[in-house]
């Protein structure tokens, strides 16, 4: 994607890019050869003794959960439905007792990020939840990595910022590349191997696709006025179903929306960039967060990364900013810092920000977020992976769903987390994702018999799968549910690239802003480029 005007935001192909003249001789291609990958993705992540703030939690066995996991609703609401009044009832802020270099508002990818390009100003990391990670955050089984998020990101260019990061923490090694000549999908229940040949439908459309999504590699924001369907409609009215098809659940699940509502330009940048190949770990995007926390603990000390540290209030001030944070139970504190990396999304930060102009605040309340499911169901017995992530194909044109008519969909594709580790690990998961491309979808989600039901349209429609997987209903050990009530920016056209956008995240005083809503593109990209130019604007303000 071509930088936007003023927000130098570099998409996802050209942000971690690897030109098409170097893949053969690029160096870190070599290092993914299929021989050195199987030998690479045999070995686990060599785990330390794990302890409760970690973004990869490590069960001790194989249980179903009764409930979601992922979002802490509870205290949250309380807190930030009225959070001058919350603040009152803990006896009002009180004078501060502490003082930092730097504070970083929400311990996920984007502040684990910012952290380690600032460790040298030992920031704070303060995390409401009980874990490190948002929703970049995993489970362990024995030897098996699963994600309970996101899980892949794009081929980080050589001696770009992100392969040097991920080189120095140390998760590099651990990387898979699945290529879109692999790309799979099931269709009608049955693995259709090589989506991208066409050969299953029309091999020239999916050429002419292929071709045209050249374009969007360097040209991608001149298409974000438009939406997809648009843009298919003057374009690309070619399409056959299955590609229809592909793009709509791709848009549900990556984006949280349909395709009459994502920019043009951001979805097939992704797509572009795709064609060049993801890059994967044991655990998806959870074993970055992991090894970003464990590199900034032994940076700036464990006392400096904390969990179940609700900020409620960021007061700028002159020169610096006042934090206000429950680190107990109706028990207040205030620290005051130099600077503030808010690396919360805008709904939080728009509540927790003393005196946000105007303007900003409408900028901010104009950025919609949705919902997600991700469901890990671990089996009695390993079964070999049918590829990395496969969507589930009907050769249909799917109903678009709304409040009003939800779908019963179980879910619209399936990672074979075990891929990422050659099969080796031990027991195998299946991580199913369901996105809610809606609004209105949370407040059901809710609704406390929501958790059984969604398990239930996943294990029924799963029963499609039985016979390609060589499965049956007794190999099902455990269904762990995870739930992200309002994680996903809805990557709108036209307000994609507008300028309220870049008003939602100017800096207030001496609070910069790191999130993928800086860009509301919800993908690792956004969250790391956010996160860099965070840290730059703080850096640049020390010379």
């Given at each position: 994607?071509?930088?936007r005007?003023?927000?130098?935001k570099?998409?996802?192909?050209?942000?971690?890019t690897?030109?098409?003249?170097?893949?053969?001789?690029?160096?870190?291609?070599?290092?993914?050869?299929?021989?050195?990958?199987?030998?690479?993705?045999?070995?686990?992540?060599?785990?330390?003794?794990?302890?409760?703030?970690?973004?990869?939690?490590?069960?001790?066995?194989?249980?179903?959960t009764a409930?979601?996991?992922?979002?802490e609703?509870?205290?949250?609401?309380e807190?930030?439905?009225?959070?001058?009044?919350?603040?009152?009832?803990?006896?009002?802020?009180?004078?501060?007792?502490?003082?930092?270099?730097?504070?970083i508002?929400?311990?996920g990818l984007?502040?684990?990020?910012?952290?380690?390009?600032?460790?040298?100003?030992?920031?704070?990391?303060?995390?409401q939840a009980?874990?490190?990670?948002?929703?970049?955050?995993?489970?362990?089984?024995?030897?098996?990595?699963?994600?309970?998020?996101?899980a892949?990101?794009s081929?980080?260019?050589q001696?770009?910022?992100?392969?040097?990061?991920?080189?120095?923490i140390?998760?590099?090694?651990?990387?898979?590349?699945?290529?879109?000549a692999?790309?799979?999908?099931?269709?009608n229940?049955?693995?259709?191997?090589?989506?991208?040949?066409?050969?299953?439908?029309d091999?020239?459309?999916?050429?002419?696709?292929k071709?045209l999504?050249k374009?969007?590699e360097?040209?991608a924001?001149?298409?974000?006025?438009?939406?997809?369907?648009?843009?298919?409609?003057?374009?690309?009215?070619?399409?056959?179903?299955?590609l229809y098809?592909?793009?709509?659940?791709?848009?549900?699940?990556s984006f949280?929306?349909?395709?009459?509502?994502?920019?043009?330009?951001?979805?097939?940048?992704?797509?572009?960039?795709?064609q060049?190949?993801?890059?994967?770990?044991?655990?998806?995007?959870?074993?970055?967060?992991q090894?970003?926390?464990?590199n900034?603990?032994a940076a700036?000390?464990?006392?400096?990364m904390?969990?179940?540290s609700?900020?409620?209030?960021?007061?700028?001030?002159?020169?610096?900013?006042?934090?206000?944070?429950?680190?107990?139970?109706?028990?207040?504190?205030?620290i005051?810092?130099?600077?503030?990396?808010?690396?919360a999304p805008?709904f939080v930060?728009?509540k927790?920000?003393?005196?946000?102009?105007?303007?900003?605040?409408?900028?901010?309340?104009n950025?919609?977020?949705?919902?997600?499911?991700?469901?890990n169901?671990s089996?009695?017995?390993?079964i070999?992976?049918?590829?990395?992530?496969?969507?589930?194909?009907?050769?249909?044109?799917?109903?678009?769903?709304?409040?009003?008519?939800?779908f019963?969909?179980?879910?619209?594709?399936?990672?074979?987390?075990?891929?990422?580790?050659?099969?080796?690990?031990s027991?195998?998961?299946?991580?199913?994702?369901?996105a809610?491309?809606?609004?209105?979808?949370?407040q059901?989600?809710?609704?406390?018999?929501a958790?059984?039901?969604?398990?239930?349209?996943?294990?029924?429609?799963?029963?499609?799968y039985?016979?390609?997987?060589?499965?049956?209903?007794?190999d099902?050990?455990?269904?762990?549910?995870?739930l992200?009530?309002?994680?996903?920016?809805?990557?709108?056209?036209?307000?994609?690239s507008?300028?309220?956008?870049v008003?939602?995240?100017?800096?207030?005083?001496?609070?910069?802003?790191a999130?993928?809503?800086?860009?509301?593109?919800?993908?690792?990209?956004?969250?790391?480029?956010s996160?860099?130019?965070?840290a730059?604007?703080?850096?640049?303000?020390?010379?």
């Amino acid at each position: 994607m071509k930088a936007r005007e003023n927000d130098n935001k570099l998409g996802r192909r050209q942000f971690h890019t690897l030109a098409m003249g170097s893949l053969v001789t690029h160096p870190l291609l070599k290092l993914m050869s299929p021989a050195l990958l199987t030998s690479l993705a045999s070995a686990a992540p060599a785990y330390r003794t794990t302890v409760p703030q970690d973004p990869i939690a490590k069960l001790s066995g194989i249980a179903s959960t009764a409930e979601f996991t992922g979002d802490e609703p509870d205290p949250n609401h309380e807190r930030f439905w009225n959070v001058d009044g919350y603040i009152q009832k803990c006896g009002g802020i009180p004078t501060a007792t502490e003082s930092q270099n730097v504070v970083i508002v929400g311990g996920g990818l984007s502040g684990l990020i910012a952290g380690y390009h600032l460790k040298k100003l030992k920031p704070l990391v303060l995390e409401q939840a009980s874990q490190f990670g948002g929703n970049s955050k995993g489970e362990v089984i024995n030897s098996s990595y699963y994600s309970l998020g996101p899980a892949y990101i794009s081929i980080p260019e050589q001696n770009s910022p992100s392969h040097r990061m991920l080189n120095d923490i140390g998760v590099l090694k651990y990387a898979r590349k699945e290529s879109a000549a692999d790309k799979d999908v099931f269709l009608n229940g049955k693995v259709l191997p090589n989506f991208w040949t066409g050969q299953h439908e029309d091999p020239k459309v999916f050429a002419q696709m292929k071709q045209l999504l050249k374009t969007f590699e360097s040209n991608a924001s001149s298409f974000n006025q438009m939406t997809v369907n648009q843009w298919i409609q003057r374009n690309f009215p070619q399409i056959t179903t299955t590609l229809y098809e592909y793009f709509q659940y791709y848009a549900w699940s990556s984006f949280g929306a349909t395709l009459d509502e994502v920019a043009a330009g951001e979805f097939f940048s992704w797509q572009a960039s795709e064609q060049h190949g993801v890059m994967v770990f044991p655990g998806g995007n959870s074993l970055i967060t992991q090894f970003l926390y464990q590199n900034l603990v032994a940076a700036v000390g464990p006392s400096q990364m904390r969990t179940k540290s609700a900020v409620l209030k960021v007061i700028p001030g002159n020169g610096y900013a006042d934090v206000v944070v429950e680190e107990s139970l109706n028990k207040l504190k205030t620290i005051r810092t130099k600077y503030v990396v808010m690396a919360a999304p805008k709904f939080v930060a728009k509540k927790i920000i003393h005196n946000i102009p105007n303007a900003q605040m409408q900028a901010m309340n104009n950025i919609e977020y949705r919902s997600f499911m991700v469901a890990n169901v671990s089996l009695r017995r390993n079964i070999p992976s049918k590829g990395f992530d496969l969507y589930c194909l009907k050769k249909e044109v799917p109903k678009v769903p709304t409040a009003a008519n939800p779908f019963t969909k179980g879910f619209t594709d399936v990672i074979f987390s075990n891929w990422a580790q050659g099969d080796k690990g031990s027991p195998c998961t299946l991580t199913f994702y369901k996105a809610f491309p809606y609004q209105g979808a949370r407040q059901f989600l809710l609704n406390p018999f929501a958790h059984n039901k969604h398990r239930d349209y996943l294990l029924a429609e799963l029963q499609n799968y039985y016979p390609e997987l060589g499965i049956t209903a007794s190999d099902i050990a455990s269904v762990r549910m995870t739930l992200w009530g309002h994680s996903v920016p809805v990557c709108r056209a036209r307000f994609a690239s507008s300028p309220q956008l870049v008003l939602a995240s100017q800096p207030i005083g001496t609070i910069v802003f790191a999130n993928q809503d800086n860009f509301i593109s919800p993908s690792y990209e956004s969250s790391e480029q956010s996160a860099v130019t965070a840290a730059k604007q703080i850096l640049k303000s020390l010379r």
